[in-house]
């Protein structure tokens, strides 16, 4: 248990279906939104791919909520890319165009470079993020929000089991080869996602309600990807769905 004795603000919401996982996620989202502009002036956002945000994007691309966010005040980054063009049909940062980036005002974003040589492209990003948080040589980038998922195998970004990211400690972003995915990916390290503010999960559906049981359980050692999700100096928040709390079907 070494390591692990110190506080964890661990919240946990269930609700009934991604709608109302969605509602809740903007409502702590706005809140965070708020707080980081009031002290600081900038909300710093970290996004995910996947089918868990998608809800999430619509909702904040409606009209009861597309106009609700300061979006000129946001400046918006990646947890993970899968190393395609923009415009291809898995890449995270086209998921978020299409569903949300398009119908809102949102002008500040910085995307990883998924199309490019990965190497060359994590260097870039790790270059961006330290430009854009003024970070010394050896500081860590603080956001303010970060927005995660998690696989039926526990991996969250594109950190997954045996995977470098386990284990590095110094780079804010890398690039690996994924053999479970057959492919390269871009993630920003565990460092970095320790580091931020608030890291909120979102888990959806009755196939993973085993991994997510094992996800929760914050008194064992960590064996899943995203039980290494800790943050040192913020709430770690997990919003699901009774299917994925329960591993049952929703009855209609």
């Not at 809740?24 to 707080?35: D, G, K, N, Y």
Request: charged fraction near 25%; hydrophobic fraction near 40%.
């Amino acid at each position: 248990m070494s390591g692990l004795s110190r506080s964890i603000h661990l919240t946990v919401h269930i609700h009934k279906d991604p709608a109302a996982m969605a509602e809740r996620a903007a409502h702590i989202l706005a809140a965070s939104c708020e707080e980081a502009i009031s002290e600081r002036g900038i909300f710093r956002i970290a996004l995910s791919g996947g089918t868990s945000p998608i809800p999430l994007f619509r909702l904040l691309a409606g009209k009861d909520w597309g106009d609700r966010l300061p979006w000129d005040k946001t400046s918006i980054f990646w947890v993970d890319e899968r190393c395609v063009g923009p415009d291809h049909p898995e890449s995270n940062y086209g998921l978020a165009r299409r569903e949300l980036l398009s119908h809102v005002s949102a002008t500040h974003f910085f995307r990883m470079r998924g199309d490019e040589d990965p190497v060359q492209a994590a260097t870039k990003y790790e270059q961006q993020i330290r430009s854009e948080f003024q970070l010394g040589p050896n500081e860590l980038p603080r956001f303010d929000f970060i927005l995660l998922g998690m696989g039926e195998d526990g991996h969250t970004g594109s950190i997954f089991s045996k995977s470098p990211a386990l284990a590095e400690r110094k780079r804010l972003v890398i690039d690996q080869y994924v053999p479970e995915r057959e492919a390269d990916r871009l993630t920003l390290t565990l460092p970095v996602i320790n580091n931020a503010r608030c890291c909120m999960f979102l888990v959806s559906g009755k196939d993973k309600h085993p991994v997510l049981s094992q996800a929760l359980n914050l008194l064992s050692e960590p064996v899943l990807p995203a039980q290494f999700v800790r943050p040192t100096f913020g709430d770690l928040i997990w919003i699901v769905d009774e299917a994925a709390a329960k591993g049952e079907e929703l009855l209609s």
